[in-house]
Structure formats: C-alpha cells, structure tokens
C-alpha cells in the first residue's frame, strides 16, 4: 500500500490535527477479550506466550478489524511484555493480572534489568512487518507502557489500587525511583523505536496508574520520565497518544510531556478535556459501561461525545477505558457504523 494511501487515513489526519471524511474509531483493548474468535484461538495459551507468537499476534491483532471495520489496529501485546523480553521473572495471572516474582527494592535490583534491543524481541518486529502488510491502508498503533505504571508492578510485585510501595520508594528512595524510571524509559523507547521501525504508523504510551500521582509529584517524578520516552518517540517521526486512567487533573501535563494527541477517560467530560490539553487532538471519551445500556442509549452519548468532539483540532473516537470482556461485539459495530455515518453528515 502506498505511503501516501496510508498518510490519508482518517486516522493520522485526525492525529495530526487535519481535516478528515469522518471522525475515526478505534478502540482500546479491541483486539481481544470480548471477541468469541480470540477466545478460541487464546484456548490453552497463556497471555505471554501468545504474545510471543508472531501468527497469533497478527491474528488477534486483525480480528477487530475485520469484524468492525474500525480505522486503526492496536497491536495486541501486554505493557509488561518487554519485561519478561529482557530476563524478568513475572507472569500475568488470570483474574489477576501482571505478578513479578522479585519485587524491585534497591539500586542493585534496578542494575539487573537489561536494557531491551531488537533482537529481544524478534517476533515483535516480525509480527508487525506481517500486519502492515496485512492492514494496507489502515494503520498500526504501536504501544508501550508509561515508566510510572509499570515502576508500579515491579515495585508493589502485582497490581495496586493503592501504590503505597511505589510512592514509598518515590519519596524516601529517590536515588533507586530515579534509576528505575531510567530503565523503564529506556525499554519503553526502545520497544516503540521496534515497533515503529517494523511499519507502526503511530504510537500510544499507556500510563494506566498515573491517575493515582497529585500533580505537584506528577511533575516532579513521572512526567520527565514519560517526557525521554515521547521525545525518543518523536524523533521516529510517528503521532503519539497518551492516555492515562483518572488522569483528569493532569491532562495538560501529560499532553506537555510530549504527546501529539491526548485520550481523556471517561470521568472528564470531553469539552473540559479539550480546553485542558492545551490545542491538542483529543481521543475518547465514551464510557465503557455504555455497551450495555440500550443501544439507543449509547447512541445518543457516542452523538454527545462526537459533537463535543468538533472543538477539537482532532478527534479520534475511542471509550474512555478499554473494551470490557463481557462486551457484546455487536454493539462495537453498531456503535463504529454510527460514529461512521453521524461524523459523515
């Protein structure tokens, strides 16, 4: 598929700020989890390991695509997989989700975490030479994890509402946070600069956790960090989306640390998110509960959400989380046919 094809995706219009035939839709944890075809092919495959297999990432990757007809793939991997790439000894446990075996505590715990390159991961690049060849004309999102969220599951050695250790080593450790936060960022880079290198057309830095950071903190101890990852990203040449959870107090800053477009969750209304970001393109933001109300109901939020939309320099229409497992896909394709047909008009 030609570049320039490609380059006119309503997708990285959007992204850029530029005019567009419709608004996209993409959205979050669409290439899994809710699919009936992904269960089927996940049967017996650990979440890790088929993130290693270049045939089911392509697969899983492509699934939402064809069933919805959305304007943008997510390549389907997992924020901690580069971990595990590099030697660390961590699993993701159904129904719990990423567990580390030797929590990180001191600087020599930091010091034994290699630095990631591409022969690491192999199958990634593999993987996603397969799938832009695949996708042709619709783009790739390529995709890591914020330094802060996944400090958080080397730290606290699984997930946490409460972050207490992270904070912990964040204020009475700094010299350990700081080292961490390198590290991180510099897999979080490099697994982008893989990603993009193999043909992503664009990227997204999860910070999941970063919701839970007072601004002050925000800017003091996480925001450099995601800043080295984005402007690392920046030199690739590719738009780049931060989204965070509960972010709604930090949208400007996150939107300052770097990013190009900036997802707002669903508990900021999305005209607030706008003003907040700072000129940028927004992505979001219908709550992800909203598949199961009666779909006239959705309808008529995904129409409020759109119209907010408008305001923006770009839309690109996404929930404001990621997709729920229970979801009924029908729905996702009712709503990406509206969302289609309304910004259409």
Known sequence: MPAAD???SPFLLAARGEPVPHTPVWFMRQAGRSLPEYRKLREGVA?????????????ITLQPVRRYDVD?????????????????????????????????????????IP?????????????????????????????????FTVASYLVEGGPSKEHA????????APDVWAALMAKIAGISAAYLRVQVEAGASAVQLFDSWAGAMAPQD?????????????????????PRIHFGVGTGELLDLMGQAGADVVGVDWRVPLADGIRRVGGRPVQGN????????????????????????????????????????????????????????????
């Open 115 to 147: 630095d990631l390159t591409p022969e690491h991961v192999p199958y990634i690049t593999e993987a996603v030479r397969t799938l832009v060849g695949e996708l042709g004309s619709t783009p790739l999102i390529g995709f890591a994890g914020a330094p």
């Open 47 to 59: 979440m890790l390991d088929s993130c290693m297999q270049p045939d089911l990432i392509t697969e």
């Open 218 to 238: 925000y800017v003091a101890h996480v925001m450099p960090w995601s800043s080295q990852v984005l402007a690392a990203a920046g030199e690739l040449g590719v």
């Open 286 to 345: 219908l709550d992800p509960s909203l598949v199961f109300a009666p779909t006239e109901v959705m309808l008529a939020r995904a129409a409020e959400v759109l119209d907010a939309g408008r305001a923006a320099p770009g839309h690109i229409f996404n929930l404001g989380h990621g997709v729920m497992p229970s979801t009924d896909p029908d729905q996702l394709a009712r709503l990406t046919d509206f969302v289609h047909e309304q910004s259409r008009r």
């Open 72 to 112: 943008a793939a997510i390549f389907f991997s997992d924020i901690v997989l580069p971990l595990k790439a590099v030697g660390v000894d961590l699993d993701i446990k159904p129904g719990v989700g990423p567990v580390v075996a030797q929590p990180v505590r001191t600087l020599a715990d930091v010091a034994a």
């Open 165 to 172: 250790l992270t904070k912990a080593m964040m204020y009475g």
């Open 6 to 8: 490609l380059a006119s």
